[in-house]
């Protein structure tokens, strides 16, 4: 059974993490480089599916860019909680 993280050593293990998103966008988009420039001259349905099936990889990165900010990007703490343990 694993021991529990203290919620201060968590904070600062997602903290040291924020660069994880920034990365593999910039890689997904080093990889796409070729095919965007293509998409951007023409856009065609053919060119978008072969970009879609030889860099499906870097597709679904770009899709799940909201959901990695989210989950490694800053968190703001809500007025409420800050508030509540103070007297």
């Given at each position: 059974m694993p021991l529990p993280v203290p919620e201060?050593?968590?904070r600062a293990t997602l903290r040291s993490q924020r660069w994880i998103p920034l990365l593999l966008?910039?890689?997904a988009l080093s990889d796409l480089r070729t095919e965007l420039r293509l998409l951007a001259d023409q856009i065609t349905f053919t060119s978008l599916i072969f970009a879609v099936r030889h860099h499906l990889l870097a597709v679904v990165v770009l899709l799940l860019q909201p959901s990695l900010?989210?989950?490694y990007g800053?968190?703001?703490r809500s007025a409420n909680s800050e508030t509540a343990?103070?007297?």
């Amino acid at each position: 059974m694993p021991l529990p993280v203290p919620e201060s050593a968590a904070r600062a293990t997602l903290r040291s993490q924020r660069w994880i998103p920034l990365l593999l966008l910039l890689l997904a988009l080093s990889d796409l480089r070729t095919e965007l420039r293509l998409l951007a001259d023409q856009i065609t349905f053919t060119s978008l599916i072969f970009a879609v099936r030889h860099h499906l990889l870097a597709v679904v990165v770009l899709l799940l860019q909201p959901s990695l900010w989210r989950r490694y990007g800053p968190r703001w703490r809500s007025a409420n909680s800050e508030t509540a343990d103070k007297p």
